[in-house]
């Protein structure tokens, strides 16, 4: 018999409900293999001009946003898709303190207790167009946020954080912060619980229809499927080398097995090095919302952020080293 400790907590107000949670009933799986295993040849598509430090790519209103830095300190710099021709340079390090989140066509970031929603305007640039409060439901800084639909966000636990839940959902309407998930080892060993978050450091994301999430960790390659309330439905993890099933409590020995994702209502797509080295080429992974991974592409280059078209059934990449290009290939049908 399983027991479950229940600790009700008033915190500012807000009522949060604490679980000790039992032992996951959902078993791991191991997956080293893919019935899709093929090298591409990436197409190199001409950035210009030259963008310093491109990262967090994203495709809005046939609009490429690649955060960037600029002489005029601007954080954002604007292209056309497909034509990938450059529109315009907008926001200040002082608004854009965090990166842009994207839910279906809607963007918007979170800082400290606020909600900001963004809309297109004339002149190909963002401008602010609503604001909502999150009654300091967190209690502390939000980093991650998805969102699955108007009323439910999650995101994921992480070193400002108490707790050893893997992530949080949150009710705007009731105002009300739920821990859901487990982490997959234990702080024992590690110098600092700080130390075992930044360890296991991962990010969440929501599936377009709000019906799933996916929690997956930058060093080990695991990934976990929930549904829209939190519950565990698939744990997966990639063991092809190069591999940390448990990552090393020593530092320096930590390394990068999942870059950056994507997620569309048909697919998941994880960004993979394929080396410990830092700049290492990489890979894509795709599954479905199952857990099955169908196919890996060998890319062939190093690759930071991407997105990917679904409509076109096209991967669009960036490099951070790499300030005069994008990528892209067209992804098989089958």
């Given at each position: 018999m399983r027991i479950r400790l229940l600790v009700i907590v008033i915190w500012g107000g807000i009522c949060m409900v604490t679980c000790v949670p039992s032992s996951s009933?959902?078993?791991?799986?191991?997956?080293?293999?893919?019935?899709?295993?093929?090298?591409?040849?990436?197409?190199?598509?001409?950035?210009?001009?030259?963008?310093?430090?491109?990262?967090?790519?994203?495709?809005?209103?046939?609009?490429?946003?690649?955060?960037?830095?600029?002489?005029?300190?601007?954080?954002?710099?604007?292209?056309?898709?497909?034509?990938?021709?450059?529109l315009s340079y907008f926001g200040k390090q002082s608004e854009f303190i965090v990166p842009l989140e994207q839910f279906n066509d809607e963007l918007y970031l979170v800082h400290n207790d606020s909600l900001y929603f963004y809309k297109w305007i004339e002149g190909d640039s963002l401008e602010l167009s609503s604001t909502s409060f999150f009654c300091n439901i967190m209690g502390q800084q939000m980093l991650g946020v998805t969102k699955l639909n108007d009323n439910w966000y999650a995101y994921s636990n992480n070193?400002?954080?108490?707790?050893?839940?893997?992530?949080?959902?949150?009710?705007?309407?009731?105002?009300?912060?739920?821990?859901?998930?487990?982490?997959?080892?234990?702080?024992?060993?590690?110098?600092?619980?700080?130390?075992?978050?930044?360890?296991?450091?991962?990010?969440?994301?929501?599936k377009p229809d709000g019906s799933r999430l996916l929690v997956f960790y930058y060093r080990t390659r695991r990934c976990r499927i929930y549904n829209q309330d939190g519950v565990l439905f698939r744990d997966i993890l990639l063991n092809y080398e190069p591999c940390q099933t448990i990552i090393d409590t020593d530092i320096k020995k930590r390394f990068l097995h999942i870059k950056d994702a994507c997620v569309t209502n048909n697919a998941i797509y994880l960004l993979?090095?394929?080396?410990?080295?830092?700049?290492?080429?990489?890979?894509?992974?795709?599954?479905?919302?199952?857990?099955?991974?169908?196919?890996?592409?060998?890319?062939?280059?190093?690759?930071?952020?991407?997105?990917?078209?679904?409509?076109?059934?096209?991967?669009?990449?960036?490099?951070?080293?790499?300030?005069?290009?994008?990528y892209k290939f067209k992804l098989s049908n089958d």
């Open positions: 009933t959902v078993s791991l799986t191991y997956s080293s293999s893919f019935p899709k295993d093929t090298t591409v040849t990436l197409e190199k598509v001409i950035m210009y001009p030259a963008q310093l430090n491109p990262r967090c790519i994203l495709l809005s209103n046939e609009r490429i946003l690649v955060r960037t830095s600029t002489l005029d300190n601007a954080v954002y710099s604007v292209f056309s898709y497909p034509e990938m021709k450059h070193c400002f954080n108490k707790g050893m839940n893997e992530f949080f959902l949150i009710n705007l309407s009731q105002k009300q912060k739920k821990p859901k998930g487990m982490y997959p080892d234990t702080y024992v060993n590690f110098s600092s619980i700080s130390d075992f978050k930044s360890a296991y450091a991962h990010e969440i994301l929501a993979c090095p394929d080396a410990k080295e830092v700049n290492s080429l990489s890979s894509l992974l795709v599954a479905n919302w199952n857990g099955e991974f169908k196919a890996i592409y060998h890319l062939g280059q190093t690759i930071s952020y991407f997105f990917i078209d679904e409509l076109l059934n096209c991967f669009y990449g960036i490099n951070s080293n790499d300030p005069y290009h994008f």
